[in-house]
């Protein structure tokens, strides 16, 4: 039986093992809502909303309707706090869209591919895939404060995996990958080689394989509290505040207070 990854699940097990547990072995509810997260999804929303317009139609004054259709006021403070960052996301896209001709039609946008190796089932859902000489480019928004840096672009094995989805599934060559900061309209590329792909489907089989030993293993144990330790401990960090376990982590309530829903957005909590 294949196990069933994404790049979220992987980024789950690399940051925090026993968030991995409550998130897909226990399948703890959260019910929580962050700030940064309604604002990213409304910016994602925007950006493919606009190349789903027809190429005449896409005109900065339709930004901020694109971005009312895909917003939510979930986490925000207030109402005047959530308006405000609706408009910044309104004048980033803008901003990152005026680099980008209207006429420009991506080969497609959030498409959903999935590949399978002899152990595990890659799924993802890819932002943007652009086609330049004869390849395929993978395209992911970021929305976060901070710009990635070159290194966490070539060592992401999101991307890689993206990359190899499209090799896989669609029969292209996809070596090209790159990370779109749109606050700050940097574009972050690198440009993989068929070894350092292979090196990173290698890396992801071993983790599948890690995953599948510790959730069988919890299986045999019957779950115990001291298995669960063993298994899936706790990697306290600066982070431990926006966990959405926080309520049901003892480590992470030791590491950091519980952040306020705002809090990642970088204003003043108070």
Known sequence: MWLKLSPTKVGSWQGCRRKFYLSYVAKEPTGNAWAHLSYGNAVHAALRSWFDLPAEDRDSDAIPGLVDRGWNDAGFKDAEQAARWRARAAVIIREYL????????????????????????????????????????????????????????????????YALMVQRCLGRPAFDVSLHHVPSGERISWR??????????????????????????????????????????????????????????????ATAQRKEPWAGLGEDEA
Not at 207 to 226: H, R, V, Y
Not at 228 to 248: K, M, R, V, Y
């Open 98 to 161: 005026d680099g980008i001709d209207p006429r420009f039609e991506p080969m497609s946008t959030e498409r959903s591919l999935a590949f399978k190796t002899e152990t595990f089932i890659m799924e993802g859902r890819i932002d943007r895939l652009d086609e330049s000489d004869h390849e395929v480019a993978v395209v992911d928004y970021k929305t976060g404060r901070h710009a990635p840096s070159a290194d966490e672009v070539r060592g992401s094995a999101a991307l890689a995996m």
């Open 192 to 253: 993989h080689s068929p070894e350092s792909l292979l090196r990173h489907e290698r890396r992801i089989g071993q983790i599948a394989a890690d995953i599948s030993l510790a959730q069988d293993t919890w299986e045999a144990a019957d779950g115990s509290p001291e298995v669960i330790d063993e298994l899936f401990p706790a990697t306290p960090g600066p982070l431990c505040g926006f966990c959405d376990f926080w309520d049901l982590c003892a480590v992470g309530q």
